[in-house]
Nanobody
């Protein structure tokens, strides 16, 4: 129902910062819960951070808590993931995704309704 396009990935060194953007379409964007997931080679796609469509409640995964910040601006149909103090273990393909229920925030990728194409983040040591 919603088209998502993420961007902003790249090659950085440990300790650096990077901001990812996710731009969506559709009138229901503002009511959807949005989230960021990441997937490293040979690993499962795991939850990074999410923000509800109703109430803007935020959940951040423990490995990135204190370093990553999620935000959204519904007027711009945009969500961001601000990453700081990046570590080599943050290296992964990062995906934005949505849930049609703004009341829910799922950490299991299987519950997400749609995905962007992904953007690669590589952190060198």
């Amino acid at each position: 129902q919603v088209q998502l396009v993420e961007s902003g990935g790249g090659l950085v060194q440990a300790g650096d910062s990077l901001t990812l953007s996710c731009v969506g379409s559709g009138r229901t964007f503002s009511r959807y819960t949005l989230g960021w997931f990441r997937q490293a080679p040979g690993k499962e796609r795991v939850f990074v951070a999410g923000i509800k469509g109703i109430g803007d409640s935020i959940l951040v995964a423990d490995p990135v808590k204190g370093r990553f910040t999620i935000s959204r601006d519904n007027a711009k149909n945009t969500m961001w993931l601000q990453m700081s103090s990046l570590k080599p273990e943050d290296t992964a393909t990062y995906y934005c995704a949505y849930q049609t229920s703004g009341m829910d925030l799922y950490t299991n990728a299987a519950y997400l309704a749609g995905w962007g194409q992904g953007t690669q983040v590589t952190v060198s040591s």
